[in-house]
């Protein structure tokens, strides 16, 4: 059974930093894609950057050069530092595999808690 636990969130002022991270049990970091996604209130969620098995990342426009993803595959944990954070990033953030790991229990797409990051001074 995959369990997928983010922590780290905040408030912090704009031009600030904060370091996510996302706990992950079950098989879902061995050989998968994984990646942090975010949404903010009233939009969609989306994917800000994603990180390959063997460390290949990417990354959407509006966060390249400020997010940084990276992984540990013994400790089954992959991480996001933030730097000079803007309002627009508030949001809830989430990791996940890449697609979304599919619960088969309840035919829909897993996703954990989510933590909250408020850009505001």
């Known amino acids: 059974q995959v369990q997928l636990v983010e922590s780290g969130g905040g408030l912090v002022q704009p031009g600030g930093s904060l370091r996510l991270s996302c706990a992950a049990s079950g098989s879902i970091l061995s050989t998968n894609a994984m990646a942090w996604y975010r949404q903010a209130p009233g939009k969609g969620r989306e994917l800000v950057a994603s990180?390959?098995?063997?460390?290949?990342?990417n990354y959407a426009e509006r966060v390249k050069g400020r997010l940084t993803i990276s992984r540990d595959n013994a400790k089954n944990t992959v991480d996001l530092q933030m730097n000079s954070l803007k309002p627009e990033d508030t949001a809830v953030y989430y990791c996940?595999?890449?697609?979304?790991?599919?619960?088969?229990?309840?035919?829909?797409?897993?996703w954990g808690q989510g933590t909250q990051v408020t850009v505001s001074s």
């Open positions: 990180i390959t098995s063997s460390g290949t990342t």
């Open positions: 996940n595999a890449v697609p979304p790991y599919y619960d088969r229990r309840y035919l829909r797409p897993y």
